[in-house]
T-cell receptor, first 111, second 116 residues
Framework: GQQLNQSPQSMFIQEGEDVSMNCTSS?????WLWYKQEPGEGPVLLIA?????ELTSNGRLTAQFGITRKDSFLNISASIPSDVGIYFC???????????FGEGTQLTVNP | GAVVSQHPSRVICKSGTSVKIECRSL??????MFWYRQFPKKSLMLMAT?????????EQGVEKDKFLINHASLTLSTLTVTSAHPEDSSFYIC????????????FGPGTRLTVT
């Protein structure tokens, strides 16, 4: 089946630092989505990417759709304590509607 | 907006009983809804995809007779866990999309099921 490798698995940073995480796929995707999940809640959509090379920002968050269509990264600038949570990438294949999710990056921000 | 609700948020049931979980899109019509299962500290595992008015498509390894899915309207999908066992205890999350291509999926808050 589809494989999505997300790294790092966890990050422990100080407030104010920048964060970067990425996902790579064994196959081509035509959509990349980035979600954040807090404990006991469902994932919340942060950024959606539809074109290879696309760079999209949402406040302090920036994500890019890799040119090869097999990877994507998410950057968070000037992290704050409320950024804590698990960040998931998700990709959609060129056919079909199902999303494949990465294993998640657990982010901890120390004040 | 794109708000999805789930009910109940938590449920505890005894082995052998059935539990129904509702997923509603509150401010848009959801042509396609998805049901996921998530284990602690793990990623989301797709169980099935349902399109309004048609039978759900189940992922390999998911028993359709145990996890009954009904997508009767454009704003409501239900997941019924039949004859629940302790191993069915998990966090169940639905998502909804405005179109069949599901470019963007919006998730509900999840339902914590505990089977005793």
């Amino acid at each position: 089946g589809q494989q999505l490798n997300q790294s790092p698995q966890s990050m422990f940073i100080q407030e104010g630092e920048d964060v970067s995480m990425n996902c790579t796929s064994s196959s081509i995707f035509n959509t990349w989505l980035w979600y954040k999940q807090e404990p006991g809640e469902g994932p919340v959509l942060l950024i959606a990417l539809y074109k290879a090379g696309e760079l999209t920002s949402n406040g302090r968050l920036t994500a890019q759709f890799g040119i090869t269509r097999k990877d994507s990264f998410l950057n968070i600038s000037a992290s704050i304590p409320s950024d804590v949570g698990i960040y998931f990438c998700a990709g959609r294949e060129t056919s079909g509607s199902r999303l494949t999710f990465g294993e998640g990056t657990q982010l901890t921000v120390n004040p | 907006g794109a708000v999805v609700s789930q009910h109940p948020s938590r449920v505890i049931c005894k082995s052998g009983t059935s539990v129904k979980i509702e997923c509603r899109s509150l401010d848009f019509q959801a042509t396609t809804m998805f049901w996921y299962r998530q284990f602690p500290k793990k990623s989301l595992m797709l169980m099935a995809t349902s399109n309004e008015g048609s039978k759900a498509t189940y992922e390999q390894g998911v028993e359709k007779d145990k996890f009954l899915i009904n997508h009767a309207s454009l704003t409501l999908s239900t997941l019924t866990v039949t004859s629940a066992h302790p191993e069915d205890s998990s966090f169940y999350i639905c998502s909804a999309s405005r179109d069949r291509l599901a470019y963007e999926q919006y998730f509900g808050p999840g339902t914590r099921l505990t089977v005793t």
